[in-house]
């Protein structure tokens, strides 16, 4: 089992920054990905980047420029920086572990992007 606590999450003028921080424990596997998708209202959960143990990075277009994942290995921290926010990057924002055939999920954080 991997529990998964997701902190960073809060309401942001657009144009803003927040830094997501997800803290991974349990039985974490050497090789495993990590990373972070977010879900909209009335949306379906959408891949927002990912990042690998060696710290291979991929993105979504969407946010491509903005957003920059890296993780602590030491740690088993993944963050997600995100930066000239969005309207549209308003959603909850879930962590997942994935390592050995198995995935896990946070809990969900909200960002919320409004002036």
């Known amino acids: 089992q991997v529990q998964l606590v997701e902190s960073g999450g809060g309401l942001v003028q657009p144009g803003g920054s927040l830094r997501l921080s997800c803290a991974a424990s349990?039985?974490?596997?050497?090789?495993?990905?990590m990373g972070w998708y977010r879900q909209a209202q009335g949306k379906q959960r959408e891949r927002v980047a990912t990042?690998?143990?060696?710290?291979?990075?991929n993105y979504a277009d969407s946010v491509k420029g903005r957003f920059t994942i890296s993780r602590d290995n030491a740690r088993n921290t993944v963050y997600l920086q995100m930066n000239s926010l969005k309207f549209e990057d308003t959603a909850v924002y879930y962590c997942?572990?994935?390592?050995?055939?198995?995935?896990?999920w946070g809990q969900g954080t909200q960002v919320t992007v409004s002036s």
């Open positions: 990042i690998n143990s060696a710290g291979n990075t």
């Open positions: 997942k572990y994935y390592g050995l055939g198995s995935d896990y």
């Open positions: 349990g039985s974490i596997f050497r090789d495993n990905v």
